[in-house]
């Protein structure tokens, strides 16, 4: 979860820092949270037979320039050492931190930068997680995927919709969802992320928010899938970069929908415009009564 600072009002959050912090009794506080988090994590992997993610973000920063960078820096470090020191069966908990640009009320200073984790995992042989909005606006992950692969067996991802600076809106099916997803099929990624996806949005029905996200991440994938990636990079080493413009943009017009919803029957799930309904009865008929 990303909790704005401002917003994080636990007891244990002192002058936005935890991990980070100052105050070893602040940071001793969140290494012995951290690792009950992994031990959590464990035992659903254990139980469940599949491999929970852990995922490390904080909030810490400072809201005007600092006077030191390398501190806290140092403290979140030992304190990440602290929390991974526990070790456990890799079939069951896959480790990842997670870095942020910025935050309201951190603007100048996040400690858990990109820069810190990005090394922090490569030295630990962790797993770093890119969040969607945890980067410049004009920044995009899909343009990161080829590069973390490169050098790393996996990823994690948390796909979320920014809006202006900050993540957790539900997905759209739209530009930069479809080239992340397109992305992943082109680096033979399928097997090797992990992605997450975020349905923080209250205003909006909890289940529909969830189902559009879900399938609009599984559209997305199809429509990578199902662009000829091979033919397109063909003539990108050929330099003929007009018919890749031409031949992405007439993509867009093909019938996809057609092929969603075959997908859709396939798997036998309602295809678009027959699952609303199940959700707004099921409001009408149960959430209304809690
Ligand atoms: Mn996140």
Not at 16 to 31: E, Q
Not at 82 to 96: C, H, P, T, W
Not at 110 to 123: L, P
């Amino acid at each position: 979860l990303d909790f704005n600072p401002t917003f994080f009002s636990h007891r244990n959050v002192k002058n936005n820092m935890t991990l980070s912090s100052p105050d070893k009794d602040i940071r001793d506080f969140w290494i012995a949270h951290g690792k009950a988090c992994r031990k959590i994590a464990n035992y659903f992997g254990e139980e469940l037979g599949i491999t929970a993610l852990d995922d490390i973000w904080i909030p810490d920063g400072t809201k005007d320039v600092p006077a030191d960078r390398l501190g806290p820096r140092q403290h979140l470090k030992e304190s990440l050492d602290e929390i991974l020191s526990v070790k456990y069966d890799r079939k069951n908990i896959a480790d990842a931190v997670e870095g942020k640009v910025f935050g309201i009320g951190v603007e100048s200073y996040t400690v858990g930068s990109h820069e810190f984790y990005m090394n922090y995992a490569a030295k630990n042989g962790i797993m770093c997680l890119l969040d969607t909005g945890h980067y410049h606006p004009t920044e995009v992950v899909s343009d990161k995927i080829s590069s973390m692969l490169l050098f790393n067996d996996s990823l994690a991802l948390h796909v979320s919709r920014p809006v202006r600076w900050d993540s957790d809106h539900v997905i759209k099916f739209d530009d930069e969802l479809k080239e992340l997803a397109t992305e992943l099929v082109r680096c033979n990624a399928l097997g090797k992320v992990f992605i997450g996806l975020d349905f923080f949005d209250a205003s909006i029905n909890r289940i529909a928010a969830w189902v559009i996200g879900m399938r609009n991440m599984q559209k997305a994938l199809l429509y990578g899938l199902l662009t000829p990636n091979r033919h397109l990079k063909e003539a990108q080493d050929s330099a003929d970069f007009t018919r890749v413009l031409q031949q992405l943009e007439e993509m867009k017009t093909l019938p996809f929908g057609d092929v969603w919803a075959e997908f859709c029957k396939r798997n036998e799930v309602p295809v678009d415009g027959q699952w609303y309904s199940v959700i707004t009865d099921y409001e009408k008929d149960v959430l209304s009564k809690r």
